[in-house]
Antibody
Framework: QVQLQESGPGLVKPSQTLSLTCTVSGGSISSGGFHWSWLRQLPGKGLEWIGYFHSRGTPYYNASLKSRVTISVDTSENQFSLKLNSVTAADTAVYYC????????????WGQGTLVTVSS | SYVLTQPPSVSVAPGQTARITCGRNNIESKVVHWYQQKPGQAPLLVVYDDDDRPSGIPQRFSGSNSGNTAALTISRVEAGDEADYFCQVWDSSSDHPGEFGGGTKLTVL
């Protein structure tokens, strides 16, 4: 059973960089047919896809966040990471990591989510 | 705003059938996935590829997709089905391809 777990600071100051890591267990992050994604859920709102790291080694990002986002993979640690720079209060959300199944691209395994608050 | 349109809420009595819709122009040309989210929990995939169920999801959950409307149908609704439900498509022609609906709160009366 694949499991994902987010980790990182729960509080980030405005204008700084939000950094989160997702540790994958029960399967290899290098497995073909899957990609590794970050999503977020603003308070009381729906889900927003941030981006994913394609199994071929290429990241893809939501255009609305692309200028501020970096997603990378560390295969030796079986982890992938999110960096979102120049954060504001509008970036306060629960951040989820998830596995994406290739093809029609749905999210079959999710981390439990981590709340990140942007505040001074 | 969301490209995929869902009703904010649906209410149903236990044992009845709940139908949650997801609207988009010509949605039948896309493949739709559905997630259940209970308070304080991560979303759980309940239907993928329009009408397939992951292992462990009861047969009471089914999906359909035709015309401009996709739907998640939950038969013989139970109290434990009370949750938010989100539809999702992947639109490769979009600059934000991972699209979600705004979510529907299912209340079991």
């Amino acid at each position: 059973q694949v499991q994902l777990q987010e980790s990182g600071p729960g509080l980030v100051k405005p204008s700084q960089t939000l950094s989160l890591t997702c540790t994958v267990s029960g399967g290899s992050i290098s497995s073909g047919g899957f990609h590794w994604s970050w999503l977020r859920q603003l308070p009381g709102k729906g889900l927003e896809w941030i981006g994913y790291f394609h199994s071929r080694g290429t990241p893809y990002y939501n255009a609305s966040l692309k200028s501020r986002v970096t997603i990378s993979v560390d295969t030796s640690e079986n982890q992938f990471s999110l960096k979102l720079n120049s954060v504001t209060a509008a970036d306060t959300a629960v951040y989820y990591c998830a596995r994406v199944v290739d093809g029609y691209k749905f999210f079959d395994y999710w981390g439990q989510g981590t709340l990140v608050t942007v505040s001074s | 705003s969301y490209v995929l349109t869902q009703p904010p809420s649906v209410s149903v009595a236990p044992g009845q059938t709940a139908r949650i819709t997801c609207g988009r122009n010509n949605i039948e040309s896309k493949v739709v996935h559905w997630y259940q989210q209970k308070p304080g929990q991560a979303p759980l995939l309940v239907v993928y590829d329009d009408d397939d169920r992951p292992s462990g999801i009861p047969q009471r959950f089914s999906g359909s997709n035709s015309g401009n409307t996709a739907a998640l149908t939950i038969s013989r609704v139970e109290a434990g089905d009370e949750a938010d439900y989100f539809c999702q498509v992947w639109d490769s022609s979009s600059d934000h391809p991972g699209e979600f609906g705004g979510g529907t709160k299912l209340t079991v009366l």
